[in-house]
């Protein structure tokens, strides 16, 4: 079983910056993929950004030049800036190993104009 933790979400003005960190432990496996997907009031669960399984990085068109994704040994996380009320949602951090995925609880991000 893996566990994943997510810390950094909050309140903060348009144009301003938060950064989210999902720490995985348990069962980790080093073959691996980590990503952040978001869900607002009323809409879908949506991809923001991911690791892919060869290392590279993978960006929504939303939020390409404002966040970026980085990770340390098995911690994922995403910093946001320039950020935008439209980004407000609930954050989830994502593993996915041995054909399983994993999810965070999710992080409240609210971000008022």
């Known amino acids: 079983q893996v566990q994943l933790v997510e810390s950094g979400g909050g309140l903060v003005q348009a144009g301003g910056s938060l950064r989210l960190s999902c720490a995985a432990s348990g069962s980790i496996f080093s073959i691996n993929t980590m990503g952040w997907y978001r869900q607002a009031p009323g809409k879908q669960r949506e991809l923001v950004a991911t690791?892919?399984?060869?290392?590279s990085t993978f960006y929504a068109d939303s939020v390409k030049g404002r966040f970026t994704i980085s990770r340390s040994k098995a911690t994922v996380y995403l910093q946001m800036n320039s950020l935008k009320p439209e980004d407000t949602a609930v954050y989830y951090c994502?593993?996915?190993?041995?054909?399983?995925?994993?999810w965070g609880q999710g992080t409240q991000v609210t971000v008022s104009s």
């Open positions: 994502r593993r996915y190993q041995l054909d399983t995925e994993y």
């Open positions: 690791f892919t399984s060869g290392g």
